[in-house]
């Protein structure tokens, strides 16, 4: 089944110039491992793509902010269901500039959230398809910040 997701991501103003990326991405750990992961889930019947990311960023990571639409990038993830079957799934991820921060959210006491660099993420990521995510991120970020308003977002560097 068709899942999707989001990307939080933050302009970063580091003066320093130590990110080469100028950017901070949002990761949750899964529920059932504690890996780091993306928000994504379900659509509900007759719910909009771009809803159903709205609504995983703030239920999972407890964010909110600019969906970037014109973005959206496809990937094949997995998932382990059992030692002896492991499930594909595409999923839709769409970039989100975040610009709200809750304190207080659904998944709270289910998963940690932590920013990181593009280069952090990939050397976090236990996964090779989430690594597969952060780099298609890391190839359409120039695009991204061109296309993102001045004015959105939050800078949590």
Excluded at 10 to 20: I, K, Q
Excluded at 99 to 127: C, H, Q, S, Y
Aim: glycine share 8%; charged share 30%.
């Amino acid at each position: 089944m068709h899942r999707v997701g989001v990307i939080p991501f933050v302009v970063n103003s580091d003066p320093a110039g130590s990110d080469p990326y100028g950017v901070r991405m949002l990761l949750v750990t899964s529920r059932a491992r504690g890996r780091w992961v993306f928000p994504k889930g379900r659509r509900n019947n007759g719910e909009a793509q771009v809803t159903t990311a709205e609504r995983e960023a703030f239920e999972e990571a407890g964010v909110g902010g600019n969906i970037l639409a014109d973005f959206a990038m496809t990937a094949v993830v997995t998932r382990k269901i059992s030692d002896e079957h492991i499930e594909r799934m595409p999923v839709t991820y769409f970039p989100l500039r975040v610009g709200k921060i809750a304190d207080e959210w659904p998944e709270r006491e289910m998963r940690r959230r932590r920013w990181f660099t593009i280069d952090a993420a990939l050397k976090n990521v236990d996964r090779t398809d989430v690594g597969k995510v952060v780099a298609l991120f890391a190839d359409v970020w120039p695009w991204l910040i061109a296309d993102c308003d001045d004015d959105a977002g939050e800078d949590v560097s």
